[in-house]
């Protein structure tokens, strides 16, 4: 089975005013197949989010290879990433990108407002909610909701168009001890059922006890944990 996710020997650097540049990512490796769990963990500051960017296609190295389903990043412009990343990754933030001025049901149907590829967007959003148990307030604001309803609102979006890979970034970071392990449960569940790859970056144990496999992210490297 070929991989849903590879990095090999990927740099990445940030340049600082007057210094040499921040070296991020120094020859990062990184495999990941389709049904897998990765959890990448690490102290603040190492490139955690910088690589489920560069995975994402939200940004490019500066040398090495990301590819994701078989598609060299490298080889597409910003249009062909944007659409490679609607059509095949779905993206779970910690601070949770919902918009207030749209329902529930509206803040899970966005990526079909903007790519409109699905035949039954609704009854595809409504099929989420009832798995996370919030279809009883698809009309609701969602500033009405606690922040573990909030997140699971944001992980039914990214599940919207049954991505084959799934990028979770500290998805239970502000949540509560009891909010964070149903999220958990249902990041767990919704994944599988939907077979897809999960890639997660966490600083939580409980969630990375979870993964299949643990990377720790050390001076630019990915180690097995």
Do not use: Y
């Not at 921040?22 to 769990?37: K, M, S």
């Not at 992980?155 to 799934?166: G, S, Y």
């Not at 990377?215 to 180690?223: C, D, F, I």
């Amino acid at each position: 089975m070929s991989d849903l996710l590879a990095l090999q020997g990927v740099v990445k650097t940030f340049p600082q005013p007057g210094r040499d540049p921040r070296v991020i990512l120094d020859g990062a490796d990184l495999r990941l197949r389709a049904g897998e769990a990765v959890a990448v963990v690490g102290p603040s500051g190492s490139g955690k989010s910088t690589l489920l960017n560069l995975a994402a296609g939200l940004d490019v190295p500066d040398s090495g290879r990301v590819s994701v389903a078989g598609r060299d990043l490298a080889g597409l412009d910003d249009d062909a990433r944007t659409h490679l990343r609607r059509g095949t990754v779905g993206i779970v933030f910690q601070q949770f990108h919902l918009l207030p001025h749209l329902s529930v049901r509206e803040n899970v149907l966005l990526p079909d407002w903007i790519a409109g590829t699905l035949p039954d967007p609704d009854a595809r959003a409504l099929a989420l909610l009832e798995r996370v148990g919030l279809a009883d307030r698809a009309r609701d604001a969602v500033d009405r909701l606690s922040g573990g309803e909030q997140q699971r609102v944001a992980l039914c979006r990214a599940l919207l168009h049954a991505p084959r890979l799934l990028l979770a970034d500290e998805p239970t970071g502000n949540l509560d001890g009891d909010s964070g392990a149903r999220v958990t449960d249902l990041l767990f569940s919704l994944a599988r059922d939907e077979g897809a790859g999960l890639l997660v970056v966490t600083h939580a144990a409980a969630l990375a006890d979870r993964c299949d496999r643990v990377l720790t992210l050390r001076h630019g490297r990915l180690e097995a944990s």
